[in-house]
């Protein structure tokens, strides 16, 4: 950021940004197209990135740094060894010890720590120095106070989500016939978004579409043939705590989202507690939960139901306790590969026409939403897919 605290125009169709390394920061192709859709924006051609988050679930283990090397023990047994450079982020589910040379070398080196309980809920977040743009965090505080421009914001990211929840009905249905009413109401919940006058009309109108759409969601698994007590049979979305096996892996994979978009908006310099659409709360990160909204039926709610139709996920991993259930440490292994697979799957950007990754596209999201927060964009363009 400039000193004066205005970014500089992106440049017209300059040989200098395809070897720039800053490209994929900058994105001057993609914001010359959102400004005037005259020019389609030329491929991001960035170094690819191999590093990926580290998962560790075991009871009391220990994360130790070895030279370049994250060493990972149970006791005084190690486990697994990991090379720092191929770590994008550091995930601690329950009872782990980080050593403190460990933790200096990973913040020096800027990867997030993730700590979540043994359950998998997303507990909190570690990092170094953090992002040192203060002019993009200032922008999005004073949007954050403005209510109209927050109800506008908001209106946008459900709208997409609805309509991408409506996408995902369409191309998963698993009846014989085809849900047509359903994706009437679907897009009729859709356009009845954008005239909402206010947030308390808007969450009613999300919340009509939400029971539409968890209302046919067992339309979309395999049915199942078990007559054990546990089953894949859904009837309507609960948590807090889930009920049946479906719910504890939308739960976990909501869960799984969450700590991804609060560690990307990190990244990019955004304050991921401070919302437009969800109310601020102590420790909640609203911002986090706002844009993972139309990405819960693309990533979230699609791997639930790749793992179970594809049996991933038997029903032998969850385990019962008292009146809820939940994934065991098997069943846990097992979604989160599930889930991190879906974020490497590339995709073909429906507006920019090249191919990302879902793990590299919620980054380019988060930047394109720091450009509409600094004015350089009019709206905000959230990811609808075809």
């Excluded at 023990?73 to 040379?101: A, F």
């Excluded at 009846?175 to 047509?180: N, R, S």
């Excluded at 909640?284 to 790749?306: H, N």
């Amino acid at each position: 950021m400039p000193q004066g605290g205005q970014i500089p125009p992106p440049l017209e169709d300059s040989p200098k940004c395809s070897r720039c390394s800053l490209v994929g920061i900058c994105l001057p192709d993609e914001v010359r197209y959102l400004r005037s859709g005259e020019i389609s924006p030329r491929p991001l051609v960035v170094a690819r990135d191999e590093a990926l988050p580290v998962y560790v679930q075991a009871s009391n283990a220990k994360v130790s740094k070895k030279g370049d090397v994250l060493e990972i023990s149970v006791g005084e047994e190690p486990i697994k060894t990991v090379r720092l450079i191929d770590t994008s982020q550091l995930v601690l589910m329950g009872n782990v010890y980080v050593t403190t040379p460990a933790l200096h070398e990973l913040m020096k080196r800027e990867i997030p720590i993730s700590w979540h309980s043994y359950g998998g809920w997303f507990i909190g977040l570690s990092q170094g120095v953090g992002h040192k743009n203060v002019e993009l965090r200032t922008a999005q505080y004073k949007m954050s106070f403005d209510t109209s421009a927050c109800l506008r914001l908001a209106k946008a990211l459900v709208q997409t989500k609805i309509l991408n929840c409506r996408t995902l009905l369409r191309r998963n249905w698993r009846g014989e016939e085809k849900p047509h009413t359903l994706l009437k109401l679907m897009k009729h919940a859709a356009e009845r978004v954008r005239h909402a006058k206010d947030f308390q009309q808007l969450l009613g109108i999300e919340g009509d579409a939400a029971a539409q759409y968890f209302g046919a969601f067992s339309n979309l698994l395999k049915k199942s043939q078990s007559e054990e007590e546990f089953h894949f049979d859904f009837e309507k979305r609960n948590r807090r705590p889930p009920t049946d096996p479906v719910n504890a892996l939308l739960s976990y994979a909501y869960s799984l989202l969450a700590r991804t978009w609060t560690v990307t908006l990190c990244s990019v310099g955004l304050d991921p507690y401070r919302g437009f659409y969800h109310q601020p709360r102590y420790g909640r990160p609203a911002l986090a939960l706002d844009m993972m909204e139309s990405f819960r039926p693309l990533i979230a709610d699609s791997c639930v139901i790749q793992v179970i139709n594809n049996g991933e996920v038997k029903l032998t991993d969850f385990v019962r306790s008292a009146a809820y259930v939940n994934l065991s440490d098997a069943g846990r292994k097992n979604f989160i590969a599930a889930f991190e697979r879906r974020m490497s799957q590339e995709i073909t950007h429906p507006l920019f026409g090249y191919k990302l990754s879902y793990r590299r596209l919620l980054e380019v999201q988060a930047r394109l939403l720091g450009r509409y927060l600094l004015g350089e964009l009019k709206e905000y363009p959230d990811f609808r897919t075809r």
